[in-house]
């Protein structure tokens, strides 16, 4: 199907409840499927969790439950996180569920029928916090000289007998993909750090653990279980796979992760879908890292942040506008409540929210709420009522490229010079003077806030559809539509604040 576009977030691992973290990349998909929606596209959006090794077998040994207990409970919190966010996605995956669980075995023979799984032993240092297993020369130590991951947990020494997956195979025929398609990797700096990573010569891969149980045993092998992550990728295949409608949507267009994961993504994905024969995805857009105060967010410094509170306290699309305008796709960057007060009360109340409350009170107290005719069109005006076709092409290709914040910074460039147009045109003065000068001036504004409207969607769903009930038009606007005009003769509804001050 040539108009589909298939997009999916990583699946969360459920050793804990979800965290900002998550929810930033679950709201930057969302974005996106919003997007190509309004574009014209067929989407399919997934999202789901990771409910597999060891890291969960031992979170909850913790809370001494059995795992599968365990894995029921958080994985709620997370279907709850998907409605919190008010996402989009046309289905959850659980890495626990039959249906994928029969899939992976299924790829597993598949893989070894092709010849590149052998039974082995490995002998080395593995990171349960990242699911990992950890070369020489990624290992730091701390002051009590215990060996540390990248991620900075204490690493475990392993030796059991495994299957090894044949990476190394794969080297060369990895090295042309990325060769051949340069976009497969975003952002470019990323593309190049997994290609001199890959260049720099890949290792077969340990794909079956013995030393516990929490996982998919490997067929005919009952002692092994799957290494989680060759188990957890396929739910991207697996989530279509029982349903013939879904299958078309693979390859995935568009797969969102953090850059801790990228080289799972980047580099065994590919590998284990060349050796089952399976297309590859188009791209993979790899995110940064939100901190607190500077500092990555650990349960042991308490800071943190659920995406419940924020939403409770500030609102949704409050908190989603936050995450994509404050920083650039890609990098990494700092949250702070304090920031986020001040971007919401400027960005959203004074900027937009004061645009569309003033315009449309104005409409209501001068016109009864309808819509007139423009008569009397200057320079001015013939600016604004062109200026939203004008950036839709900007704002088209840095919503396409995942340049979110730069998108909102186009946007927002329209909303004060809407402003400033009030504030020159004076429309209660023209209620004296000339009313027919007035007509036009609100004619041009209501027609650029609904232009307006019709970007915002993806970046602030939920006020896009007040404001647009506002307006007494349906309440989701293709951007086909870029063109249409608000009729002559309609009549607007009430104006309600959209977005309130927020008190500092
Ligand atoms: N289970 C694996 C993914 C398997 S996908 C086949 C996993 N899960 S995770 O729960 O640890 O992380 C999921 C996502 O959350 C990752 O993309 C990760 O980058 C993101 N984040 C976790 N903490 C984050 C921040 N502090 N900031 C931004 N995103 C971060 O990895």
């Known amino acids: 199907m040539k108009n589909k576009y298939y997009i999916t977030t990583p699946i969360y691992y459920v050793n804990d409840k979800p965290h900002l973290g998550h929810a930033y990349t679950s709201l930057v998909a969302d974005t996106v499927a919003r997007f190509k929606k309004l574009s014209g596209k067929k989407i399919f959006f997934i999202t789901g969790t990771d409910e597999h090794g060891q890291k969960v077998q031992e979170a909850a040994k913790r809370k001494n439950m059995p795992p599968k207990s365990f894995v029921d409970k958080v994985s709620k ?99 042309e993909y990325y ?50 992550w060759l188990d957890a990728l396929f739910n991207y295949i697996s989530a279509l796979d029982t349903n013939e409608k879904f299958k078309i949507f693979w390859p995935a267009d568009a797969h969102i992760v953090g850059k801790d994961i990228l080289k799972f993504h980047a580099i065994f994905w590919p590998a284990f879908l060349m050796s089952a024969n399976l297309k590859i995805p188009n791209n993979i857009f790899a995110h940064g890292w939100w901190t607190i105060n500077g500092e990555k967010m650990s349960k042991s410094l308490g800071n943190v942040i659920d995406p419940i509170y924020l939403i409770d306290k500030y609102g949704n699309d409050q908190i989603r506008y936050f995450l994509l305008r404050e920083i650039s796709f890609g990098d990494d960057g700092n949250f702070s409540e304090k920031a986020l007060v001040k971007r919401l009360n400027s960005d959203l109340t004074n900027d937009l929210g004061n645009l569309v409350q003033r315009v449309l009170s104005m409409i209501i107290k001068y016109n009864n709420g309808e819509i007139l005719q423009r008569d009397e069109i200057d320079n001015e005006d013939l600016e604004l009522l062109n200026i939203v076709e004008n950036k839709f092409r900007e704002y088209n290709s840095l919503m396409e490229t995942f340049q979110f914040s730069q998108a909102i910074i186009i946007i927002w460039s329209i909303i004060r010079k809407a402003n400033a147009y009030v504030d020159k045109k004076a429309p209660w003065n023209l209620f004296k003077e000339n009313k027919n000068k007035l007509s036009t001036v609100l004619n041009v504004l209501v027609n650029l806030i609904y232009k307006i409207n019709i970007l915002i969607q993806p970046i602030l769903p939920i006020a896009a559809k007040k404001i647009f009930l506002q307006l007494n038009v349906q309440e989701e606007q293709k951007f086909s539509y870029i063109n249409n005009e608000i009729k002559v003769g309609m009549k607007i509804n009430k104006p309600e604040g959209v977005f309130p001050r927020i008190i500092e």
């Not at 569920?97 to 029928?113: A, D, T």
């Not at 470019?188 to 997994?194: A, G, L, W």
Request: charged share 30%.
């Open 77 to 175: 919190e997370f279907i709850n996180l998907t409605k919190v966010l008010k996402l989009t996605n046309n289905d959850f995956i659980r890495t626990s569920e039959e249906r994928h669980k029969n899939y992976v075995r299924k790829i597993w023979e598949l893989l070894f029928s092709n010849g590149d799984i052998y039974l082995g032993s490995y002998k080395g240092w593995y990171s349960v916090r990242d699911e990992s297993f950890v070369a020489e020369n990624e290992i730091t130590k701390n002051e009590n000289n215990e060996k540390l991951g990248p991620s900075g947990d204490v690493l475990k020494w392993l030796e059991e007998p495994s299957y090894f997956f044949k990476l190394s195979k794969w080297q060369d025929k990895l090295m």
């Open 179 to 228: 060769e051949n398609n340069p976009d497969f990797i975003k952002p470019i700096s990323r593309y190049n750090e997994v290609k001199s990573f890959v260049r720099g010569g890949l290792q077969d891969l340990s794909i079956s653990r013995t030393s516990f149980t929490w996982g998919i045993s490997v067929p005919g092998s009952s002692d092994h279980v799957i290494y989680v």
